[in-house]
């Protein structure tokens, strides 16, 4: 089965927490804080898999969860980094975002990409000791490892294309040329997918595209539709093999402009990159003036031509040479650049939410939370600390506006208590 576009989610680890601990031995008096700082959390990774043309893996693993990092220890032991999750892709592979569908990343040809970064490990108390604050009893908590929704896309790396109408010989052609061994029978739609063939030319090698599934009307879901076409997005040069020999009673002249038009519809800029026409199964035998017609057709739409037989290789090395020749005039492949953009790092925006439920008032933002997790609340300096914060927030001035009484239950997260003005 060939799988080229799926959907996963990725998580990267969290950070461990910082320890709250102090310093105990005998003889030693006034050891002082001794809490080791959290370790990072892993990092997801893609890195490119060159044995590999197909997203198959990721039929049936669509989540990626990295390993959070470890607490930290006493004694000023620092918590264990947790190790970065690969995810191995083909080379070729699109990294997107789902929800806007922009491009992160090409994986075209850089072979590592860290898509989600693991989260910072929280200090220890040791970093919070001061001349006045000599016994913290608090510490910093890890901060959360990003989390993303991607689409994988494949766009194979190839340099030529081979397109046309089934049964045409492609396939053929492909098996004489290269290593690669496709599926080849006399019927439509003998190549349900994408293969690829490194083509050796003298000193010159390229890479080979057999693309299936191009009939007319593809573009309204006829055959196999436009699904394999994503594959020419790279190819600098396309090979148009046509049937000379009108084997199954059609016009080569009307199959290059049938398949044309839908190259157009799929992407114009496709349809305008350079071809060579391959007449195929000139071995069978051509129909008069079947020649003089695609020469002149040819010359008239600036193409070259060759007329060759892929089952018995006559004209295939022309063919060769003539590709090898026109790739060296042509721009590199296609490299697709990103067009997503990181939200920019600011100042996080203390707004938050208070409302009155259950005979309480209930303060809610993600900033105070992160806060209430790094707070040690049987300790008066870390209790302090937070009291600090939330009056610089103006939390309890946006509470007594909203009719906030004295002995009133607030609860933040967890911790309840009366409200005294």
């Given at each position: 089965m060939?799988i080229?576009?799926?959907?996963?989610?990725?998580?990267?680890?969290?950070?461990?927490?910082g320890?709250?601990?102090?310093?105990?031995e005998?003889?030693?008096?006034?050891?002082g804080?001794?809490?080791?700082?959290?370790?990072n959390?892993?990092s997801?990774i893609f890195?490119?898999?060159e044995?590999?043309?197909?997203?198959?893996p990721?039929r049936?693993k669509?989540k990626?969860?990295?390993?959070n990092?470890e607490?930290?220890?006493s004694?000023?032991?620092h918590?264990?980094?947790a190790?970065d999750?690969i995810?191995?892709?083909p080379?070729g592979?699109?990294?997107?975002d789902?929800?806007s569908g922009k491009?992160?990343?090409?994986m075209?040809?850089?072979g590592?990409?860290v898509?989600?970064k693991?989260?910072?490990g929280?200090?220890?108390n040791?970093h919070?000791a001061?001349?006045?604050?000599q016994i913290?009893r608090?510490a910093k908590g890890?901060?959360?490892?990003?989390?993303?929704?991607?689409?994988l896309e494949?766009?194979?790396l190839?340099?030529?294309?081979l397109?046309?109408?089934?049964?045409?010989?492609?396939?053929?052609?492909l098996?004489?040329?290269s290593a690669?061994?496709?599926?080849?029978?006399?019927?439509?739609?003998?190549t349900l997918s994408?293969m690829?063939?490194?083509?050796?030319?003298?000193?010159?090698?390229?890479v080979?595209?057999?693309?299936p599934?191009?009939?007319?009307?593809a573009?309204?879901?006829?055959?196999?539709g436009h699904e394999?076409?994503?594959h020419?997005?790279?190819?600098r040069l396309l090979?148009?093999?046509v049937d000379?020999a009108s084997v199954?009673?059609?016009d080569?002249?009307e199959?290059?402009?049938k398949i044309?038009?839908?190259?157009?519809?799929?992407?114009?800029?496709?349809?305008a990159?350079p071809?060579i026409?391959?007449a195929n199964?000139?071995?069978?035998?051509l129909?008069?003036?079947?020649?003089?017609k695609l020469?002149e057709?040819?010359?008239?739409?600036e193409?070259?031509?060759v007329?060759i037989?892929a089952?018995?290789?006559?004209?295939?090395?022309?063919?060769?040479h003539?590709t090898s020749?026109?790739?060296?005039?042509?721009?590199?492949?296609?490299?697709?650049?990103?067009?997503y953009v990181?939200?920019?790092?600011v100042?996080e925006?203390?707004?938050?939410?208070?409302h009155?439920?259950g005979?309480?008032w209930?303060?809610?933002a993600p900033?105070?939370?992160?806060?209430?997790?790094?707070?040690?609340f049987?300790?008066?300096?870390s209790?302090s600390?937070f009291?600090?914060?939330?009056k610089k927030a103006?939390?309890?001035?946006?509470l007594?506006?909203m009719g906030?009484?004295d002995?009133d239950a607030?609860?933040i997260?967890?911790?309840?208590f009366?409200?005294?003005?």
């Amino acid at each position: 089965m060939f799988i080229d576009k799926v959907e996963i989610y990725i998580k990267a680890g969290n950070g461990g927490n910082g320890c709250v601990a102090f310093h105990r031995e005998k003889y030693v008096a006034e050891g002082g804080p001794s809490g080791g700082d959290g370790g990072n959390g892993g990092s997801v990774i893609f890195e490119i898999d060159e044995g590999e043309n197909t997203l198959l893996p990721f039929r049936y693993k669509r989540k990626f969860i990295a390993k959070n990092g470890e607490d930290g220890k006493s004694e000023k032991f620092h918590g264990k980094t947790a190790e970065d999750l690969i995810i191995k892709v083909p080379q070729g592979t699109l990294i997107k975002d789902a929800e806007s569908g922009k491009i992160i990343y090409d994986m075209g040809h850089d072979g590592r990409f860290v898509a989600a970064k693991g989260g910072r490990g929280g200090w220890g108390n040791t970093h919070f000791a001061t001349p006045t604050r000599q016994i913290p009893r608090f510490a910093k908590g890890g901060t959360p490892g990003e989390e993303k929704t991607l689409v994988l896309e494949l766009k194979m790396l190839a340099d030529v294309g081979l397109v046309g109408f089934p049964n045409v010989g492609k396939s053929t052609l492909l098996s004489m040329v290269s290593a690669a061994r496709p599926k080849i029978a006399n019927y439509h739609f003998t190549t349900l997918s994408p293969m690829l063939g490194v083509v050796s030319v003298d000193t010159h090698n390229f890479v080979m595209a057999d693309i299936p599934g191009l009939i007319e009307g593809a573009s309204d879901g006829a055959g196999l539709g436009h699904e394999f076409l994503r594959h020419v997005d790279r190819c600098r040069l396309l090979l148009h093999v046509v049937d000379a020999a009108s084997v199954e009673g059609r016009d080569p002249i009307e199959d290059i402009e049938k398949i044309n038009e839908e190259l157009y519809r799929y992407n114009p800029e496709m349809a305008a990159r350079p071809q060579i026409i391959v007449a195929n199964k000139c071995d069978v035998g051509l129909m008069d003036g079947t020649r003089e017609k695609l020469e002149e057709y040819a010359r008239e739409k600036e193409m070259e031509i060759v007329f060759i037989s892929a089952a018995t290789r006559a004209g295939v090395d022309e063919l060769l040479h003539k590709t090898s020749k026109i790739l060296l005039t042509l721009p590199e492949q296609t490299r697709y650049e990103s067009e997503y953009v990181e939200e920019e790092v600011v100042e996080e925006s203390r707004d938050f939410t208070a409302h009155f439920e259950g005979g309480m008032w209930i303060v809610e933002a993600p900033w105070i939370e992160r806060l209430v997790s790094n707070v040690n609340f049987e300790d008066r300096e870390s209790l302090s600390y937070f009291h600090k914060v939330l009056k610089k927030a103006k939390v309890f001035e946006k509470l007594e506006e909203m009719g906030v009484q004295d002995g009133d239950a607030v609860s933040i997260y967890g911790f309840d208590f009366d409200y005294v003005k």
